[in-house]
């Protein structure tokens, strides 16, 4: 994996690509459509790019998988015309969700999130998404496709996609990432109702830990999101020439998921910290549970303990110790102090 490489000192605009090379092979898949035809190739380098027609009524749509190929970025910048800044947050895997507008087509960066069940971790991908009219270009960090949905949409001519231009296609990756943010969060969701049990159980020194760990995993989603409902807010109000009006509503809709999305983050960070709470509670009544106990068998043996030392001192006018039975009648008394102590601590319900 290639280590992440630093950006200061340099001029804006530089292309750096700050993230973990993914993929060994950068591919761009090319998929040209409007509502009679669709067509799609694949390609590996810049030299062998179809670009589009300008008098034809379609969309292109170029999707690159592998951003560590910051030369042809670069290539693919001024092929398209596309600002030195936007280039430099495409490779910038550090960036955070945000929307933008330039002269020549918009740029939105969004996060995609995805749950690991077995380490229970969240992982992250870098998103970058350019537009304007009849093209738009797509970036992913790694080779799956996670716009295989929205691909198979359009393979199939479902929907109004097909009938729409690239600010709907835009909406349509958007939309996308964020339905998957709700299987993350409903993930994340059954580790915490999974978590609950198991403290209810048995509350073992482990689940502190847990619940630790999935409070960061948590705030990473909140991060990830947090941005991403103002950027999508611009988008939704966005005057921008490349976004049609009809598209507009849509975009509010992702808008309110997103919004869902957070509430849910919140109530989830809130469940988290009951956890915590009940963690604390659970440890301490297992504690007081053992004193409970310690405290019970010190006190019926306080007694017999005297009794024992009573007996046992070094004098010769002692009584007791004359008589026949006296040590099983000690053992009696004993017995009865035990039974009648233990009757008493049930009947007061301290154990």
Known sequence: ?????????????????????????????????????????????????????????????????????????????????????????????????????????????????????EEVTVKTEQISIYFNQGLLLSFQEDETDIFAAVRQRLELGRGRIRQRGADYLAYALIDNIVDNYYQVINEVEAVIELLEDQLLSDPGNNLKGKIHHLKKELLIIRKSILPLREAISQFAKSDSPFIEDRTTIF???????????MDMIETYRDMLNGLQDLYLSEISFKMNQVMQVLAVVTTIFVPISFLAGLYGMNFENIPELKAKNGYFILLAVMLMIVLFLLYYFKRKKWF
């Open 1 to 117: 994996m290639a280590k992440q490489r630093k950006k200061e000192g340099l001029p804006p605009g530089s292309i750096v690509f700050t993230g973990d090379q993914k993929v060994d092979k950068v591919l761009i898949h090319y998929l040209k459509y409007n509502e009679e035809q669709l067509e799609e190739q694949s390609f590996h380098s810049h030299d062998n790019i179809i670009f589009p027609e300008a008098a034809i009524e379609v969309v292109d749509w170029y999707d690159m998988r592998g951003l560590h190929n910051t030369t042809l970025i670069e290539s693919l910048g001024k092929s398209f015309n596309i600002h030195a800044l936007i280039l430099e947050d495409i490779a910038d895997t550090n960036q955070r969700p945000k929307y933008e507008e330039y002269e020549k087509g918009n740029f939105i960066s969004i996060k995609a999130l995805f749950f690991d069940k």
């Open 251 to 261: 975009v509010r809709d992702i808008y309110d998921h997103t919004v869902q999305v």
